[in-house]
């Protein structure tokens, strides 16, 4: 098999998973909207765990989506840097940080579904003193803030989008979505280390949004290019 044949195949598959991936995010979105208000980003344990304890599929939901999105993630991150066409140390450097950050994701996703459901009995079994420990140590997360998940991958976009300006690599609807995607990302992580919870479901559906344009948009650029590369 020849480099022209490898190149189609990878185009191809991450053409695939970017749009299983833009899927993904518009369905993680739509579940997190219908979540309880109890159960959203940065509400208290005292909150949310007994919420959760008397009915756990929105959320248990929601983190299965998470979970795929950070597997599924990790099979766009070579096929986007392959797409540039472009040996960029920082390219490099934040592709690896990207990788990192879906595994992260997928893996303190998966967490939270196998641990919250016994964490939240116990919480709701407890007397106050016990409730009091469980409130402080209930995360099971490795993401609490979603710095990697979220702020990993948006440091990767913003650098795709700026070494595509450079090196046309894409076009430029191509280069502003990367770039307006990275800042969603981003966007995310700051809102809750800032506690903005008000701000947080509009911030999290605008993300959204922006985020799904443009996975679907990258994913049939790269299924479109291993469609058109010459048969070797």
Known sequence: MNESNVASRIDRFGGG???????LM????IAYMLLPAEQRLGVAGRQLLPSFAANPMPLQLEMGLLTLVGVVGLAVVRPIR???????RWLRWTSMLAIVGYAIGAVGNSLVMGKLPGIANAFVAADEAGKGVIAVFWRTTLD???LWQFGAVGVWLLVVGIVAFRSRGLSALGA??????GVAHVAIPVVLLLSAQSALAIVALVAALVIVAWFAWVGLLLWRRAGSAPAG
């Open 82 to 88: 392959q797409l540039l066409g472009r040996d960029d």
């Open 26 to 29: 518009a369905l993680a979105a």
């Open 176 to 181: 502003y979505l990367a770039v307006a995607a």
């Open 17 to 23: 998973a970017a749009m299983v991936l833009a899927a």
């Open 144 to 146: 609490p803030w979603g």
